[in-house]
């Protein structure tokens, strides 16, 4: 009783301040509760160490300090699993700094939430890219929008059409080697990452938009903005920035600016192409489009001709909703696009500056498939481009590379309630719970690919081996597997048959590490830090892949 008439008093005395601290009480209650709430859910869960207080919070830290800063996660949930030999499947509890997870290493594990029945990507990712590329990208995106962007795009990366567009990437290939040659004569030391990128993105370009961006001939703003838009990515996953409110003004400013360039730029062609297309008549074909532009655009045709009667309408004019569809499919097309093959190609000219065996190897292959000269080979490779199939080696040596640098992973979604069933048991989903599929972890683990730190193409086409189609997990798998993924494969070999028989790589200021930072690989006892890739839109080279070149006589 004394108790009541004391906060009586006090509430009769100072009605603000007790009204404040009633509220702050209140909140603080349910702080508590939840994070009470939130912390027993994982007490009985498979993962490392964890505190009723700190959750994994403490157990991520630990890990962090021996991984290079600002590394993809990916690195550091299989360092976890390796750490405290969680096989299949752990969970995450990171509450209230990040999203917790439940991660899957097992890739059975995954063909079951992405093959036989498949679960939406998850929010999150949404939540990444929109505000650096826009809503509604293919990537991230969900039901009859997905359904919608696939059924357009998917006839741009046929194997057929993709076979047509031979002589666009030998073009700009070739500009590619003019560039190397004269890094070769200067013997200085230069990013790979920035010229790869170029001729990457050169390629996409002419894919995407079916004419020519100049970004290995010319100081190309598309390409610039879209790189400042992958640091802005980047920054974006410093905590200690996200908090700042300056910081995050800044960055709001400097995303501005830089969409502020490039959005004109883009919808300046999708506008000039649709204006062409129906001044001329025309309605993109399915079996032989001229550019997914056109394929996205196709749609808006033949609906107004449908309410036409024929093909006579001069002007479509797009829907804000689609108009922004356009924008952003467009600016995620053009930046995964060069990204991602960008990264590829970069570690497969590291790895292969330590594996002369296998260099030679595929030098061998190129020369008994096209031919030992180089002219011949163009020639061969442009009268035939099914030929690229031929190089069963070339294609161990992607695979091997992608293997071991996958570009990421995704995280799907589940409804609330939902269990995973994993040996006989069931495993709980929470709610808004991130599902990631971590490929990089079998990637790296010898019950799947025995001595799993070496660099072996072999393993790609050893009969007694083998490698399973679910133990690749860079490209994903299912429904939603990257639609760019064979677009990528004749890219990286055109590229590799067009320099390697000529260029040699050598990685300029390793530093090895004198003994293995991760109990998961020792490839920085060799290349050093740079192994560890880099989290901007995906894992990307660390410090820009610095190298020299030189002629192979």
Not at 110 to 135: C, D, K, Y
Not at 341 to 367: G, N
Request: charged share 20%; with cysteine; proline share 6%.
């Amino acid at each position: 009783m004394e108790v009541f008439k004391t906060i009586s008093s006090l509430a009769a005395s100072h009605p603000v301040a007790f009204a404040l601290w009633s509220l702050m009480s209140a909140f603080a209650f349910q702080v508590l509760q939840r994070g009470y709430r939130h912390r027993r859910f994982y007490r009985n869960l498979p993962g490392p160490p964890h505190s009723a207080l700190w959750g994994h919070l403490k157990v991520l830290g630990e890990v962090s300090a021996t991984i290079p800063q600002n590394s993809h996660p990916q690195a550091y949930y299989t360092e976890i699993a390796r750490k405290y030999n969680l096989k299949g499947i752990f969970y995450l509890d990171l509450w209230p700094i990040a999203d917790s997870s439940v991660v899957l290493t097992d890739p059975m594990l995954m063909e079951e939430v992405t093959v036989r029945n498949p679960l939406p990507q998850h929010t999150m990712s949404e939540a990444f890219l929109s505000p650096i590329i826009g809503p509604n990208v293919i990537a991230t995106v969900n039901g009859p929008i997905w359904k919608r962007l696939h059924n357009a795009m998917a006839p741009a990366f046929s194997w057929s059409h993709i076979r047509t567009l031979t002589a666009v990437m030998v073009d700009e290939c070739a500009l590619y080697r003019a560039a190397l040659a004269k890094y070769a004569k200067s013997g200085e030391v230069f990013s790979v990452e920035e010229l790869s990128a170029r001729l990457i993105f050169d390629v996409i370009g002419r894919v995407v938009f079916n004419f020519r961006l100049h970004a290995q001939t010319a100081d190309s703003p598309y390409l610039n903005d879209l790189r400042e838009l992958v640091d802005l990515a980047h920054n974006q996953t410093d905590l200690v920035a996200s908090y700042n409110p300056i910081a995050r003004v800044a960055k709001w400013w400097k995303k501005r600016k830089v969409l502020g360039r490039l959005h004109p730029l883009i919808l300046g062609k999708i506008k000039d192409r649709l204006n062409l297309l129906l001044n001329e008549g025309i309605t993109p074909s399915r079996k032989d489009p001229s550019s997914i532009l056109d394929l996205m655009l196709r749609e808006h045709i033949l609906q107004s001709e449908s309410s036409s009667g024929a093909k006579t309408t001069k002007q479509i004019t797009l829907s804000y909703t689609d108009t922004q569809l356009l924008l952003t499919n467009i600016k995620g097309l053009l930046l995964g696009g060069h990204g991602t093959t960008t990264d590829s190609l970069c570690y497969i000219f590291m790895l292969l500056s330590h594996a002369p065996t296998a260099l030679k190897k595929m030098r061998q292959e190129h020369d008994d498939v096209f031919g030992k000269d180089f002219d011949g080979t163009v020639k061969s490779l442009l009268d035939a481009p099914a030929k690229l199939q031929d190089l069963p080696y070339t294609d161990a040596i992607i695979k091997e590379s992608l293997r071991l640098f996958p570009v990421g992973f995704t995280v799907r979604e589940a409804d609330a309630g939902a269990k995973l069933t994993v040996q006989g048991r069931s495993y709980p989903i929470d709610k808004h719970q991130g599902i990631v599929l971590n490929g990089h972890d079998p990637h790296y683990n010898s019950d799947f690919f025995p001595n799993h730190t070496e660099f072996r193409p072999e393993r790609w086409l050893d009969s007694e081996e083998g490698v399973p189609r679910s133990y690749f997990r860079t490209f994903g798998r299912g429904p939603r597997a990257c639609l760019g993924q064979n677009l990528a494969m004749n890219e990286l070999k055109v590229i590799l048959l067009m320099v390697v028989r000529d260029f040699e790589f050598e990685c300029a200021g390793l530093e090895p590490n004198a003994k293995p930072k991760t109990s998961y690989t020792n490839l920085d006892t060799v290349f050093g830090d740079i192994i560890f890739q880099e989290l901007g839109i995906e894992a990307r080279p660390r410090g820009g892949m610095m190298m020299t070149v030189k002629r192979n006589d």
